[in-house]
């Protein structure tokens, strides 16, 4: 390789575009110290592809660009250009038709270089392996600097080993292999990397298969949920049917009562306005008695007011008397209904549970008779909640109706006072008797009679209600229980359900298969192993059982091994060693 000339601009003492001849023969550089010789050596280093800042004697390698000085301004960017001999066709292969090759890099200010060989830009590994091959570059001992020969007098083995690859041309060769090198290294970095992550992979499906179980498992459940949930919400529509045709029933005999009592107000009117036009020759007569007299007869027409109105309020409460003992039978007949429907549900549930005790393997008659038992609590509970609603409701009107008897014993008691003080205010007045406080007193004697047949009646109807409450609460208490003997009564025969079932037949079969319970232990293996007998024996399968020795502990009075009540493989001996029946207290 002949390098025919050096073109310098900018860079570092050569502000002004320099071109250095490199003619046949030898060519020498002579000047003074700080001439700038040893930059055209850091230039032809630079331009072969020097990256070192330190080896061009700068702290950057924008350093390299004209800083300025007292007369010139400083530059923006700097370019040295090689030109090199290639008329015996040495360059490599894609350069080898170019009889010149031109090298040129500019480095701008802040940002990098840029390298070019003949107007095409390249990156630097190919320019430094266009040098490599060619036995030369920018670190080559050819080119000496000062200092050199003495570092290559003390250099190391390796350092020597670079002169003798250069001087037998095989540098470039070097410097591909060291590339090739580092592409393996990458290579085999990357192969580890995905073998990292064919592993996490793996983990993740192992779990996503777990997960897709559980959720095939929950759609199960839920699908009986969505079941169960909509057989209570029909029961309970149709209770609400029921209860809005009984309301829609009650307020149209409320609208009629209304009509009977506007009807029986108008008479009463009527007869008020009678009885007004009457007074007044009463009054006449009265009005030698002054205003004693005149004070009574106002007060004896309140006073035949307010018993008008305690007749009629105790008329009223004669009526919700007898509606109320028309409820309570009412509700004695459904308490009946209830207890005989709980009793109908404990003989069916015992009946089921002496099935699933007898007879496991009858799977379908075990379900049916669970639905059933399932669908008469659900009524039972319906039955419960609307005879709770409606000894609620006559819980209510009985306060109600208490309330409008204290306010009516009021009022006849202030009327009773009123007609006692007017009787003896008109016995003062005149010693004759008075027709209409007779009549007032025989109709208040009625209204107190009255008062105490309804008062009577209200007892008789507190203690009716004092028995519904009783009976609803046995009744509370006889739902629960069959409600916690159908819960039961599902677990066992979910745990049936899940021994019997036909496993899936798949490459590695399940250890259910070698797993045999003593009759009456079922409910028990599956309580304590559950999903986890689904897991296969052989280790090939993606999960399996694989056991180990362990001896089993010292169990407590009262708690029995499951291991002697279980014929099961070698692998699952361990973990029904560590587990143990208790009795339940």
Known sequence: MHFQRLRLSGFKSFVEPTEFRIEPGLTGVVGPNGCGKSNLLEALRWVMGASSAKAMRAGGMDDVIFAGSGARPSRNHAEVQLTIDNSDRTAPAQFAAEPVLEVVRRIDRGQGSTYRVNGRELRARDVQLLFADASTGANSPALVRQGQISELIAAKPQNRRMILEEAGGVSGLHSRRHEAELRLRGAETNMT???DVLGELESALGRLKREARQAEKYKRLAAEIRALQAGVLFARWKDAAQALERIETEAAAAARAVEDTAGAAAAAQAAAVQAESGIGPLREEAQVAGAVLHRLA??????????EQAAATVERLAGEIARLDADRGRETQTLEDAKAALARLAAELDEVEAQVA???ERQPELEAGWRAADAART???GEVEALAARLSAEEA???AVETRLGEARGRLARTQRALDTAKADRAQVSGAPDPRAEEAKTRFD?????LREARARLEAAEAAHAAASAAEIAARDAARKAE???GRMKTEARGLAQLTAPAAKTAYPPALDQVA?????????AAALGDDLNAALDPKAPSYWAGRDAAPPAWPDGARPLAPLIRAPAELAARLAFTALADRK
């Open 379 to 381: 009524a039972a509970e």
């Open 193 to 195: 990397r995905l073998d």
């Open 298 to 307: 106002i007060e004896n027409d309140r006073l035949e007011r307010e018993v």
């Open 517 to 525: 319970p003593e009759p009456g232990y079922e409910a028990a293996l």
């Open 446 to 450: 009625a209204a107190l009679a009255a």
């Open 358 to 360: 007898a007879a496991p």
């Open 484 to 486: 916690d003997q159908l």
């Open 397 to 399: 009107g009985r306060r």
